[in-house]
């Protein structure tokens, strides 16, 4: 007897889980991995609207100021009755101006003007300064791997009991200071919240999202095999489910071509002749300009679960992704002579939890004459390769298989430190791998 997969069924089984284990468990930590899109926000809104209906007050840390207002804003939908702080800054523009029209939030800087609330939200940075009140039975970390361990340390005062929520595939937690020194150590401050956590209490509740609703059928398998190969999941659509189509014919040019490639597999490689390059190579900038601008041009329009009509593909559904600022910036201008505004473009670390239609990826190995850690970094690929919920487009200069093979990792061993699988080499090798099923080779004319 065949056994279908019902991703729905499958989804509510483990949230019900993990709201049971929040609710009515004892240990003082669960910890919830979730892949792309498999709705992290919407498991927060939820155990926090549960939590809160059961007379458990909590306190709710996120990792930035748009992540808090976001949630608050996604309360305030789901209950606008419900009593809500914002705890914020003493900045002159502390939080997002549309908190102030909604009438159940209640916003200060300091936490006291907060205390009696069911539910109060900030950033880790903020309660790293709240002092002297009476700690929350409950509390829950949203985006738990991109907190440092520091940071949970410097909170952990405040709550008795949490619910760690994050994707452990997504880039790690930011520093600006080297932490070798603390390498393997349990207490490595640069280390994530959650391996910290898990490290110092292993018996810990574990959970994880099995379904991604924003990834389609067609990168689930790869992004799932190549980032997440402990934690496997699955798309919430089947094949067939979505289309992204044309008004439009293509001109025979490689932007063209490698657009139709990717409305009918999902994935599209734009494959320029090998060359070491300046890091915001003119070229390869220029292509992922020309495709964006193709796109548009040719009426793309998408089908999915979320219509019963075609919706056209307007540029705020289109992301571009870089490696580094400058090439965003670079990319930026290309757009812009090419008349092209409205286009999210940005790097890896800034795109990271956003969902778009269509991405537009220049490989961070690119004309590269050297593979090092930072372009290697699983997670940066990661978030670049699952931002779509239609197609995703790499542009690349040739050769990247031949120079991941000359420059193997070479980062050195250290006792006590857990190796993260896969590695960037191996990632990348299987992204690689993947996308070279889906090649067009182009040669720009130079004009």
């Given at each position: 007897m065949t056994v279908v997969f019902d991703p729905g069924a499958e989804a509510a089984r483990a949230t019900g889980a993990i709201l049971d284990d929040t609710l009515r468990g004892s240990a003082r930590g669960i910890v919830v991995d979730s892949p792309p899109g498999a709705g992290k926000s919407t498991l927060v809104v939820r155990a926090a609207l549960e939590l809160a209906?059961?007379?458990?007050?909590?306190?709710?840390?996120?990792?930035?100021?748009?992540?808090?207002?976001?949630?608050?804003?996604?309360?305030?939908?789901?209950?606008?009755?419900?009593?809500?702080?914002?705890?914020?800054?003493?900045?002159?523009?502390?939080?997002?101006?549309?908190?102030?029209?909604?009438?159940?939030?209640?916003?200060?800087?300091?936490?006291?003007?907060?205390?009696?609330?069911?539910?109060?939200?900030s950033t880790a940075a903020k309660w790293a300064h709240v002092k002297n009140v009476e700690p929350w039975g409950h509390a829950i970390v949203d985006e738990a791997y991109q907190m440092r361990s520091d940071a949970l340390l410097a909170v952990a005062g405040l709550f008795e009991r949490a619910l760690f929520v994050g994707d452990p595939g997504q880039l790690d937690p930011f520093s600006i200071v080297g932490a070798d020194q603390w390498a393997g150590l349990s207490y490595d401050p640069s280390a994530s919240a959650v391996s910290t956590l898990l490290a110092h209490n292993p018996e810990l509740p574990q959970h994880r999202l099995p379904v991604s609703w924003r990834l389609p059928a067609s990168a689930a398998p790869l992004v799932s095999d190549a980032?997440?190969?402990?934690?496997?999941?699955?798309?919430?659509?089947?094949?067939?489910?979505?289309?992204?189509?044309?008004g439009v014919a293509s001109d025979g040019s490689g932007p063209d071509r490698v657009l139709d490639e990717a409305a009918e597999a999902g994935w599209g490689l734009l494959e320029?002749?090998?060359?070491?390059?300046?890091?915001?190579?003119?070229?390869?900038?220029?292509?992922?300009?020309?495709?964006?601008?193709?796109?548009l041009d040719r009426g793309g329009v998408a089908t999915s679960e979320r219509a019963e009509q075609p919706v056209p593909v307007t540029a705020?559904?289109?992301?571009?992704?870089?490696?580094?600022?400058?090439?965003?910036a670079a990319v930026r201008a290309a757009l812009a002579e090419l008349g092209v505004t409205g286009v999210a473009v940005d790097t890896a670390n800034r795109l990271?939890?956003?969902?778009?239609?269509?991405?537009?990826?220049?490989?961070?190995?690119?004309?590269?004459p050297d593979a090092t850690a930072f372009h290697l970094e699983t997670g940066r690929l990661c978030v670049l390769a699952s931002r779509h919920r239609h197609a995703c487009i790499v542009v690349c200069?040739?050769?990247?298989?031949?120079?991941l093979d000359e420059h193997p990792s070479t980062e050195p061993v250290q006792l006590g430190v857990t190796v993260k699988f896969p590695d960037g080499w191996e990632a990348n090798h299987a992204v690689l791998a993947h996308l070279a099923e889906h090649r067009v080779r182009w040669r720009p004319q130079v004009t």
């Open positions: 209906a059961a007379g458990h007050p909590l306190m709710v840390i996120a990792q930035t100021n748009a992540q808090v207002d976001d949630l608050v804003v996604r309360l305030a939908e789901k209950d606008p009755e419900l009593p809500v702080g914002r705890l914020h800054s003493s900045d002159s523009d502390p939080y997002d101006k549309v908190l102030d029209g909604l009438d159940n939030v209640r916003k200060s800087a300091k936490a006291a003007d907060l205390a009696g609330l069911d539910i109060v939200i980032f997440y190969p402990y934690t496997p999941f699955r798309s919430g659509t089947d094949h067939g489910d979505r289309k992204l189509s044309f320029l002749p090998a060359r070491h390059t300046p890091r915001t190579d003119p070229e390869a900038v220029r292509a992922v300009a020309l495709v964006v601008r193709r796109l705020d559904r289109v992301a571009v992704g870089t490696a580094h600022r400058d090439q965003a990271q939890g956003r969902e778009f239609d269509v991405t537009v990826v220049l490989h961070p190995l690119s004309g590269r200069r040739e050769g990247v298989a031949d120079l």
